[in-house]
């Protein structure tokens, strides 16, 4: 396993569109361990690959809770409900938070680490966590979606 270099502001490739996994071969496998190792060095809750340099659609979530640890690879959002207004930061912005409305509740279909098709349902932190990855793939970065005045630099 190896700690993989955080992709930060300003660099373009956080801007781009990630593209599909066709195979979950050893090369994605190592990829997700590597993704979840440097998600603890930097005590972040998640991490999508273009974050590491990688334009494929891979996403790592780890809530702190034993057992809770999420692989999303090729993940498509199925469903949603309600709103809820949270703090929100990125790996990728180091120092900044702000405000940003999300989902209360998402549902999402993703292919695993194993090649297994799964469906993963999560409310609160969880969902605003899948929807903040999942952003990323599209090449969206949570600074362009934050409720005006609300952004704080913490140093």
């Keep these: 396993m190896a700690i993989r270099t955080i992709r930060t502001e300003g660099d373009e490739i956080l801007k781009k569109k990630s593209k599909p996994v066709e195979v979950v071969d050893d090369k994605i496998k190592e990829l997700v361990r590597d993704m979840f190792e440097t998600l603890k060095?930097?005590?972040g809750v998640g991490l999508a690959a273009v974050q590491?340099?990688?334009l494929k659609q891979v996403v790592v979530i780890d809530l702190g809770e034993e057992g809770k640890q999420y692989v999303l690879i090729n993940p498509e959002i199925i469903s949603t409900s309600g709103?809820?207004?949270?703090?929100?930061?990125c790996l990728s912005f180091p120092n900044k938070f702000a405000k940003i409305e999300r989902?209360?509740?998402v549902k999402v279909r993703a292919i695993d680490e194993k090649?297994?098709?799964v469906e993963i349902s999560g409310k609160g932190l969880l969902a605003q966590a899948i929807c903040h990855e999942l952003d990323h793939l599209e090449?969206?970065?949570f600074i362009d979606k934050i409720i005006p005045g609300?952004?704080?630099i913490v140093k």
């Design 41 to 43: 060095k930097y005590d």
């Design 139 to 141: 090449g969206e970065v």
């Design 150 to 152: 609300t952004l704080e």
């Design 103 to 105: 989902p209360e509740k």
């Design 83 to 89: 709103t809820q207004t949270v703090e929100e930061g």
């Design 115 to 117: 090649g297994k098709v």
């Design 52 to 54: 590491v340099g990688i």
